[in-house]
Nanobody
Framework: QVQLVESGGGTVQAGGSLRLSCVAF????????MAWFRQAPGKEREFAAT????????SYADSVKGRFTISRDSAKNTVYLQMNSLKPEDTAVYYC???????????????????WGQGTQVTVSS
């Protein structure tokens, strides 16, 4: 019912910035908890950032806190991840995800998310 499409990935030098976007298509009359996860080669998919339905409450992994900012534009069914001061260890495929559950504000757990995008590659070179 809902398709998520990420964009904005690419290759950047360490210290540079990228802005990822995720647009929801389909049955988007309802709002969702949104999140960004990332998966580096040979590693498990890990939580990066999440944002509440209101867009007011956010949470970040310690590894990205202070460098990444998640935001959303509900009118456009879009969530963003502004990535600054990028490091080589940020290299990963970045996935957006949507959680349609009610009664919760945020989730950092992969299993809570029902809808996933295909991912966009971010490569940070030294």
């Amino acid at each position: 019912q809902v398709q998520l499409v990420e964009s904005g990935g690419g290759t950047v030098q360490a210290g540079g910035s990228l802005r990822l976007s995720c647009v929801a298509f389909g049955r988007t009359e309802n709002t969702y908890i949104m999140a960004w996860f990332r998966q580096a080669p040979g590693k498990e998919r890990e939580f990066a950032a999440t944002i509440s339905r209101s867009g007011i409450i956010t949470s970040y992994a310690d590894s990205v806190k202070g460098r990444f900012t998640i935001s959303r534009d509900s009118a456009k069914n879009t969530v963003y991840l502004q990535m600054n001061s990028l490091k080589p260890e940020d290299t990963a495929v970045y996935y957006c995800a949507a959680d349609r559950r009610i009664g919760v504000a945020l989730s950092t757990t992969r299993g809570d998310y029902e809808y996933w995008g295909q991912g966009t590659q971010v490569t940070v070179s030294s």
